[in-house]
């Protein structure tokens, strides 16, 4: 593996412990794909540092288990703001 994907790896990977961000956030911040997040950090990464793996392990599964409350906010949010918009022009 090259050194600056190896490098990449592990500063992805420490970045999602720091900040608890889900693979999305991590690609935006990092000017990647969301493919390669998930790459770097389930492929990649166990073979690199098994512990940073596992502690990014969990962080991406409590992620997982709460987007169903996330995307169910977004519309929430998303109604309300479209009925505020419709009564505004009434």
Known sequence: MQEHII???IEVGNYIIESGSTVRQTAGVFGVSKSTVHKDITERLPL???QIAARVRLILDN???????RGGEATR???LRDRQ???ERA
């Not at 992620?63 to 409350?69: F, G, L, P, V």
């Open 63 to 69: 992620n997982k288990a709460e987007r169903h409350i």
């Open 85 to 87: 918009d419709g009564a």
């Open 48 to 50: 690199i540092n098994e």
């Open 7 to 9: 490098e990449r790896v």
């Open 77 to 79: 949010r998303k109604y």
